[in-house]
């Protein structure tokens, strides 16, 4: 996993549409080895390329582990390095890393799970603010460039639900990202535990590869019915975003030339307008999911890209999707 395509991804240039409108990016990660290629330095030119994004909120990515002790803790070193991270951000004036989600294993013993989260707390000087623990999992045999590790029905496990109920019971947000194929497993999961806030990232990774390529209308269909039921929980929130990584198939990361913003539009109106639709602009909000889509196009594009899927839209909805609801998801100030 390498993001350094810098030279390919900035074929591409665009003026920046509404520079002045406000952008809170809500999902995003760093990866502290330089073989990885994002880090600080790389992070701050893609959010200062010319959008007013503002502030952003990390995502836990498996990043800067500790290399020592239990493994159920070692998922604080990250939070310390983030932390780390955000001060250096926050310390040149500019856009700066709000709050943080961060990784624990929800299967754990209440005890165990709460010495991770506090562990968390004591490490992120007050930036931190819930759990990602992913139940992607696809076992058809497609080839992904970011395949997921969870266990078979993990959201069904009696400890898992335990788990993302307690983050309720403490105040803190769960996040996940699954497949396309998963999506009422994961509305099962929203009922079991309707006191605790979840986001759902990147719309629940329709794959467009291996034996999904080809199906991509087909899998729409579906896949409007799955994202009207969940919308029917409202402790669920929707990160609108994610939908150009390789694995869900359009093709733009084996390109000679990155998309334009008009290009993406084509593509993935249809998707953005249905969560809107279902969710509504105040459970909704865009999310770069940089380095991960930059694999696919530059930060300016990307929004670009938004900017023109939410025109239609009155202000007060932009406000939300841009800003608003990452804000009062996690829990950030202005």
């Known amino acids: 996993m390498v993001f350094n395509n810098t030279d390919w991804v900035w074929q591409v240039r665009e003026d920046v549409l509404e520079p002045e409108r406000e952008i809170v990016d809500p999902h995003h990660h760093l990866w502290p080895s330089e073989e990885m290629g994002y880090q600080v330095p790389d992070l ?44 250096e951000m926050k310390a040149k004036g500019g ?10 294993d929800l299967r754990l013993p209440l005890v165990q799970l709460d010495e991770v989260l506090d562990g968390h707390v004591e490490a992120s000087n007050g930036l931190f603010r819930g759990i990602r623990h992913a139940g992607s999992r ?56 309707p006191d605790t806030v979840m986001i759902l990232d ?33 402790n669920v929130y929707a990160k609108i975003g ?14 000679d030339v990155p998309p334009t913003s008009d290009e993406v539009v084509e593509q993935h109106e249809r998707w953005y ?3 809107i639709k279902c969710f509504g602009p105040e459970r909704c909000m865009f999310e770069s999911n940089f380095p991960v889509d930059r694999w696919s196009m530059n930060y300016v594009v990307y929004w670009n890209a938004m900017k023109k899927i939410a025109a239609k839209y ?10 608003g609801t990452a804000r009062k998801v996690y829990s950030v100030e202005a």
């Not at 856009?95 to 624990?104: E, K, N, R």
């Not at 997921?148 to 769960?174: I, K, M, N, W």
């Not at 009155?314 to 800003?323: L, S, T």
């Open 95 to 104: 856009p700066y890393i709000a709050a943080l989600v961060a990784h624990a």
């Open 138 to 193: 696809d076992a058809s045999g497609a080839t992904l460039r970011i395949p997921g590790h969870a266990p078979p029905r993990l959201y069904a496990e009696e400890d898992f639900r335990r788990g993302v109920q307690h983050l309720g019971s403490r105040g803190l947000t769960y996040d996940t990202w699954h497949y396309h194929h998963q999506n009422r497993d994961y509305l099962d999961l929203a009922k079991a535990c």
């Open 44 to 87: 701050l030119a893609d959010l200062t390329s010319g959008h007013n994004v503002v502030q952003t909120v990390f995502m836990e990515c498996g990043a800067a582990y500790r290399k020592d002790g239990p493994d159920y803790l070692k998922p604080i070193g990250e939070t310390v390095f983030v932390t780390e991270s955000a001060a």
């Open 242 to 255: 994610g939908l150009a990584m390789p694995d869900n198939g359009f093709g733009w990361d084996t390109r």
């Open 314 to 323: 009155p202000e007060d909805a932009k406000a939300a999707m841009f800003a």
């Open 273 to 275: 307008d249905h969560m």
């Open 202 to 234: 990147h719309f629940g990774t329709p794959i467009g590869v291996g034996p999904y390529e080809g199906k991509r209308d087909e899998i729409f269909e579906a896949w409007k019915d799955d994202m009207a039921a969940i919308a029917e929980c409202p």
